[in-house]
């Protein structure tokens, strides 16, 4: 196989950033040299939190933190990658990962607007517990919930970036409303488990598990270790 590199600072970390990624991945093993952040300047995140968002997503082979952009290391390259040279458009939707047998269906659910370290490190913690479906809410019902502005995202750019972290089986974009709005993709997911973290624990949501055999599991916010804790609000400043 092609060994492809990309090399950049990767800061705030977007769909364009992603979809970069994923097209650079059809070209072979893709391998990103990641801009330290005496090369970067004054990066809005730090090196090591922009390492553990371009680590998560599925389409990354592999990561270094560098000082200079042509050190590639012991990776000899065939093709080097940039967005001049790959279309960018639209947003696909990202296949669902493999399942391996016996594992139990984890629903989460939620926004996920402003995509930061937080969700990567809540995925990370759920999918231990099985295979981990996302259910966004749609434009319209996060609306609804949260007020005009919201979501700063379109439920299809959500989607594809949800959809692309490694630690997610399938993202799905809910069909409901309220703060239930997952409920017509729990009937058709089959959840043995639905997961929160203790920002969206509420009794909606324990009552339908309860009533319907399904575990319930809240998590607390914490961090990747060395890592600050993110929230989608404090990054979008409303």
Known sequence: MKQVIITGSFDDLKSRHIRLLEEASKLGELHVLLWSDRLAGNPKF?????????????????????????????????????????????????????????????????????????????????????DLYVCIGNDANIELLKGIGHPFFQQEERRYVIGSVRHVKECRINTGTGWLDAEPEMYEIKPDIYAVNEDGDRPEKREFCARHGIQYVVLQRTPKDGLLKRSSTGLRGF
Not at 75 to 85: F, M, Q, R
Not at 94 to 123: A, E
């Open 46 to 130: 730090p090196e090591a939190e922009r390492l553990y968002l371009v680590q998560a997503i599925r389409y990354v082979s592999s990561v270094r933190i560098v000082n200079d952009p042509s050190d590639t290391g012991p990776i000899k390259p065939d093709l080097w990658a940039n967005e001049d040279t790959l279309k960018l458009d639209g947003f696909p939707v990202p296949p669902p990962m493999p399942s391996l047998p016996g594992r139990k269906k984890v629903i989460v659910t939620g926004c996920y607007d402003w995509f930061h370290s937080g969700h990567v490190r809540f995925f990370e913690e759920v999918s231990q517990l099985g």
